[in-house]
C-alpha cells in the first residue's frame, strides 16, 4: 500500500482541457472519492495515475516514487472499469487468475488457487468460477471484475464507477462489502462516482472536481458541512442544497449574494411564513416543497407529519451558508 | 387485431412438399453434373448433346495421376496382358503407363503457396490493422486509401513488367515467388477486413490486461487476438481461396518446380498424357 500524489497534473484533449493544475495527496490506506458530474475529469485523473494516459505537465508520484514514463504494469496498480470490465474469451476463473499469472507476478500455481478461492468466496461467485465470463448477470461480472483487482496487492486500487451498472439493491451491497474490504486490507483506493451516496458512506476523503479542477478536497463531512463553494455545497446532500438571494432572509453578512440552506438548516414553525407546494412521504422521511417569496425550497420534516398542501409553515434559518456572486463561499 | 396459426390442409403440404424438393433438385444439379463428368470418359465428357446417361469409368483419374506413353500395336503385343485395373484403361486407350503424374507434387505446391501466402498475408495484415485500429498513425486515412488503391487496377495488367521483375530477381518458377506475389495482391483485403474486426474489440480491454502487469505485446497476443480469432479466420479463407483459384499469373511465372495444380489440367488434355 502507498501514498499518491499528484502535482500540477494538466491534461488536455486537443482543445478540451482535461485536468487543469490537480494536486492531491492521496493518503496511504484512505478511500478518497473523485466526485464531480460528466466530464469534470475524474476518469481522466484516475487514467494519469494508472499510467494508460500520461500528464502533459505535472508529476504523479505513489509512495514517493516518480512514477513519469513507468508503464502501468510497472507501477503495480489495479483497475476496475465501469464497462467492458472481464476478458470475453475466458472462463470467470482465467479472469481471476490472469492478473496474478502476469510476467510481473509470476505467482506459483498453489498460490493462484488459493487465493482465487479466497477471492471468490468472499464475492460469493464460486459456484460460477468455470462459467464463461459472458455467462454471467451484470451484478456477478461486476463483482469477478472487482475481484480481478482484490486478487493480487497492488499499491492502489483504482475504480472507475465500478457499481454504476449494478441495481439499487445490489449497489447496496456491494457498497458494503467493498469498504469492509478496503478497511481490513488497509488498501489505498481511488474511487470515482458520480453518486453521492457512494461518496458518503464509503470515502475517508473526497475531492470535488468541476470542469478539470479540483475545487475540494477533504473528508466528507467536511464538504458537507463547509464547502467551499455552491458547486461543492450540492454534490453531497439529498435533497440538495437550497441555494436562494440571500436578501429574502434578514441578517445577510456583507458581500453575502446567496444564502444556502441545507433541509436541517432551516427550522420549522418560527420565521416568516411559507406555503406547502407538495407533501412526498418517503416512509423513513417527508419531504416539503415549499414556496418562500417565492423562491422554491425542498426541505425534510417528520415522517408522520400532518401538513398537507396549501398549509403555511412559519421557517428561518439557522446557521446558513453564504455566497459570494461568483459562487464561492463567503460565510 | 389478432393472429391465428392454422394447420394448413392435405393438399397444400403436399404442393409445397413438391415445390421445395423440386427447388432443392434443381439446385444440387450443377453439383451432381460435376461430379457425374469425372467418371465420364474424355469423349463422353465433352460430347455433344451432353450424356446423361454414360458407361461410368475411372478414366478420368487415371489419366489425372498417371504419365504415359501412346504404344504402338508391337509394344503393346511385347507388353502382354495388363495387370490391373488402371493399366487395362489405358491400355484401351493405345497407351502405356510410364510412371506417376506430377499431379502430387503440384497439388502440394498448390498447398505450399496457398496457405504460405495466407499465413504471410495474416501476420502482416493483422500486425497492420492492430496499428491501424489502434495507434495515432500520421496520414492514417491517406494510407489506408493508399493501400485499398493497390486494388484498383486489375494485377494481370502488370503481368509483364512483374514477370521481367521476377526473372531478373529469380523468383521465376519459385515458391517463394509465388507466396510474395499472392501476398501482395491479398494484403490490401486483409489489412482493410481485419481492421473492421479488429476496431469492433473495445479497448478496455487491452487496457486492462496493461494494468493486470502485462506488456502491450502480450495484451495482443492474450486479449485482442482470442477475441479477433473468428475474424482471422474468415479473412484468411478469403484469402486461401483467391491464391489457390488463381491462374493467369501460375500459368505466366511457373513451368516446373513451383508449378500449381490448375495449370496442368489443360495439359492434360491438349496432349492427351
Known amino acids: 500500500m502507498a501514498e499518491v500524489s499528484l502535482t500540477g497534473v494538466t491534461k488536455s484533449f486537443g482543445p478540451d482541457v482535461a485536468l487543469d493544475d490537480v494536486t492531491m495527496t492521496i493518503p496511504d490506506g484512505s478511500f478518497v472519492v473523485l466526485l464531480g458530474p460528466t466530464g ?43 464497462q467492458y470490465s472481464l476478458y470475453p474469451h475466458m472462463t470467470v476463473r482465467q479472469n481471476l487468475e490472469f492478473p496474478l499469472k502476469s510476467p510481473i507476478l509470476k505467482t506459483s500455481p498453489d498460490q493462484v488457487k488459493r487465493k482465487v478461492g479466497e477471492i471468490a468466496d468472499i464475492l460469493q461467485i464460486t459456484h460460477k468460477l468455470d462459467n464463461k465470463a459472458t455467462e454471467l448477470s451484470g451484478g456477478e461480472m461486476q463483482r469477478v471484475s472487482i475481484g480481478r483487482a482484490l486478487v493480487r496487492k497492488p499499491s492502489v486500487y483504482l475504480m472507475d464507477e465500478p457499481l454504476s451498472s449494478l441495481d439499487a439493491k445490489l449497489r447496496a451491497d456491494l457498497r458494503v462489502e467493498l469498504k469492509s474490504i478496503q478497511a481490513d486490507s488497509g488498501a489505498t483506493l481511488l474511487y470515482v462516482t458520480h453518486d453521492q451516496i457512494e461518496a458518503m458512506t464509503m470515502a475517508t476523503h473526497v475531492g470535488v472536481l468541476d470542469r478539470g479542477r479540483l475545487v475540494q ?18 454534490r453531497l446532500g439529498q435533497p440538495r442544497i437550497n441555494v436562494l438571494p440571500a436578501n429574502v432572509f434578514a441578517g445577510a453578512p456583507t458581500g453575502a449574494e446567496q444564502i444556502g440552506l441545507r433541509p436541517e438548516q432551516i427550522i420549522q414553525g418560527e420565521g416568516e411564513d411559507s406555503f406547502v407546494q407538495r407533501v412526498e412521504h418517503l416512509g423513513d422521511q417527508t419531504r416539503l416543497h415549499l414556496t418562500f417569496k417565492s423562491h422554491d425550497i425542498i426541505t425534510v420534516t417528520n415522517a408522520h407529519t400532518e401538513l398537507r398542501t396549501g398549509d403555511i409553515v412559519k421557517i428561518r434559518p439557522n446557521k446558513p451558508l453564504y455566497f459570494g456572486a461568483n459562487g464561492a463561499r463567503v460565510a | 387485431m389478432s393472429f391465428s396459426v392454422t394447420e394448413p390442409n392435405k393438399g397444400t403440404k403436399w404442393f409445397a412438399g413438391v415445390l421445395v424438393v423440386g427447388y432443392a433438385l434443381i439446385t444440387i444439379a450443377p453439383l451432381l453434373w460435376i461430379i457425374a463428368t469425372g467418371f465420364k470418359s474424355p469423349a463422353d465428357s465433352i460430347s455433344y448433346p451432353p450424356k446423361v446417361v454414360f458407361d461410368p469409368t475411372l478414366e478420368g483419374y487415371v489419366n489425372l495421376f498417371t504419365d504415359r506413353t501412346r504404344a504402338t500395336a508391337d509394344m503393346l503385343e511385347a507388353e502382354g496382358e495388363p495387370q490391373t485395373w488402371y493399366e487395362r484403361i489405358v491400355r484401351e486407350q493405345g497407351t502405356v503407363i510410364i510412371g506417376p503424374s506430377r499431379y502430387g507434387e503440384r497439388f502440394l505446391n498448390s498447398i505450399i503457396i496457398g496457405f504460405g501466402s495466407t499465413a504471410l498475408c495474416m501476420v502482416l495484415g493483422t500486425a497492420a490493422a492492430y496499428a491501424f485500429s489502434r495507434f495515432r498513425v500520421p496520414l492514417k486515412d491517406d494510407l489506408l486509401f493508399f493501400i485499398l488503391s493497390t486494388r484498383m487496377m486489375p494485377p494481370i495488367a502488370v503481368a509483364i513488367p512483374i514477370f521481367l521483375m521476377f526473372r531478373n530477381l529469380g523468383l521465376n518458377d519459385t515458391h517463394l ?35 493486470d502487469g502485462y506488456t502491450r505485446f502480450q495484451a495482443f497476443y492474450k486479449v485482442v487476438l482470442p477475441q479477433a480469432a473468428t475474424g482471422i479466420a474468415s479473412t484468411a479463407i478469403f484469402c486461401l481461396i483467391f491464391a489457390w483459384n488463381e491462374y493467369a499469373f501460375a500459368v505466366l511465372l511457373t513451368s516446373g518446380t513451383a508449378q500449381t495444380a490448375p495449370p496442368l489440367h489443360p495439359d492434360d488434355h491438349r496432349r492427351g498424357r
Open chain 1, 40 to 82: 469534470a475529469g475524474k476518469t481522466t485523473t484516475l487514467r494519469m495515475v494508472s499510467g494508460l494516459d500520461a500528464p502533459d505537465r505535472g508529476q504523479i508520484s505513489i509512495d514517493g516514487r516518480d512514477m513519469a514514463g513507468l508503464t502501468p504494469a510497472q507501477r503495480n496498480v489495479a483497475m476496475v472499469f465501469q
Open chain 1, 217 to 234: 478536497f477533504g473528508s466528507p463531512r467536511e464538504i458537507y458541512e463547509d464547502p467551499v463553494s455552491i458547486y461543492a455545497a450540492s
Open chain 2, 177 to 211: 515467388g509465388m507466396i510474395l506475389l499472392y501476398t501482395a495482391v491479398n494484403l490490401s483485403l486483409s489489412v482493410w477486413l481485419l481492421k473492421g474486426f479488429i476496431d469492433e474489440i473495445p479497448v478496455e480491454y487491452e487496457e486492462a490486461a496493461l494494468i
